[in-house]
């Protein structure tokens, strides 16, 4: 009988510890996937993060190295500098990415560093127990904003892909989400797109993921899955932000 | 040549093969010259947005098994305590150059001591050391480089050189060793793409679980015992039959040797005990260096923060005083002298 739908061979057989409902394991799969299809997975090295998703060291299936607090794309441009034949990406959760970060974040994308980054935006630091991240959206409430994100004394929510978008460095900025089935296809071609992008030595490449966290948001694994839709969609609209190599094609 | 550009050609020299740094006075003359020469050297040079992204650069070059280096001063260095912390549990070599400036806060750009406490004490947060390396001119310098990236790769651990203002700014002659060509091999552990042919390489120093935590850190420190064993390294000056023993690292140890020369050529029975190590601090050869003597005497450019270690390490068997300079004033050769006779009474 012809097998039609398997494990990447990228994603190690073993059980995760994400929660039921979580996008971790989309987004794994989806990365493990793109890895599998390009032949890259003996050639790759990841770059994980401090967050929910800080024990993807045991997933994935190339060699991994955990990165300090929002320090992954520093790591990753040490290894990329040095093993420039190599395949880097960062897995990197909104707090990480977006908050301690950020200057890692925007200088690895304005130095134009030869990385993918995959970042995942749940609007909230889930491991430490649900605390609003620099993404939480207005009036959301968390653990450190129990009667909702106040924007007067809180700030307003990042947009990574919209604030990258301006660097010159950055090859490709997009945002996709995890919602529908449409739009995980959708997030597996911005996945793949990054990935050649760095085989074409075409600069920095960041997707940015709208994902769940049902066990903070408080909400059913399917309810998350709204809340994507009909909350974080519209603060976070989906979209190529910047792909230069779409630029480069039409300019043909 | 200049102290700063003498450590980068050496780091060069033994296989460095990246420098990640940040513009801080008094340690930019390395940058620089790493700016120039790297490429050439078929190496890496990059300036980081931040001391804390240089340092986890050199992170991430290290664990993919090269031989990266990052330099700062004092201020700087505070900065990378975090990556070398994660370098450590995550049992990764790497040299750091610490060409000390006064402080606290932003001090000043002079030559200081005053990171003595945070090199051999508390370099992070967690259970770790690092091996510290105190140079006292410019060819020990170049030859403390290639010590320290073996010894870096040889016990997996970050290694510093805890150099100052004074040594990175000054020039001596100097020769360099034959560029190395062959280096160590990482492959078993380094996170460098594992071609299908292995199983997947872990960096980590993340463990949730207590007791394996424990016996990782228990078994880092087996090998901080053995690097304790066999690494230590100090120079003994006239020590011999001496009554007072003057102990001092770098470059005050430099001045300390001119006022012990002059006190010796006017018949006073007084020695030198210079650290080569910091950590780990060489017990036995200050035993070795003090057996006849009455009395020490610390000399640092800090409020006194070697002199812990003296008295632990001869047991507080004799008193201990104390003479320092700070905030970047150098003592001279005239004051410690001074300090000498004040001590011996005068010729003996």
Redesign the interface.
Known sequence: MAVVFDRPQALLDVPTHFCPGCGHGIVHRLVCEVLDEMGVLGETIGVVPVGCSVMSYNYFGCDVIEAPHGRAPAVATGVKRTNPDKVVFTYQGDGDLAAIGTAETVHSGTRGENIVIIFINNTTYGMTGGQMAPTTLPGQVTQTTPFGRNTDTAGFPIRMCELMSTLSGVALAQRVAIDSVPHIREAKKAIRKAFENQKAKRGLSIVEVLSTCPTNWGLSPEASMKFVQEKMIPYYPLGVYKDKAAEEEAAK | MKGNEALAEAAIRCGC??F?GYPITPQTELSAYMAKRMEKAGG?F?Q???E???I?????????G?R?MTSSSSPGVSLKA??IS?MAG?DLPAVIINVQRGGPGLGSIQPAQSDYFQATKAMGHGDFHVLVYAPCSVQEMVDTVTLAFDKADEYRMPVMILADGLLGQMMEPVTFPEPKTELPDKSDWA???????RE???????FLDAPLLEAKVKERFERYRLVEENETDAELYMCEDAELVVTAYGASARVAKSAVTKARAEGIKVGLFRPKTLWPFPVKEIKEATKDAKKILDVEMSMGQMIYDVKLATECRIPVEFFGRTGGVIPTPAEIYDEIKKLTGGAQ
Not at chain 2, 191 to 197: I, L, W, Y
């Open positions: 093969k990246c990640f890496v990059l980081a947005e931040s804390i992204a240089a986890n650069m050199v992170l991430g070059a290290a664990s993919t090269v990266a975090e990556g994660y995550s996170a460098c793409g594992h071609k299908n042919e997947h390489h872990i960096i980590n120093s993340l």
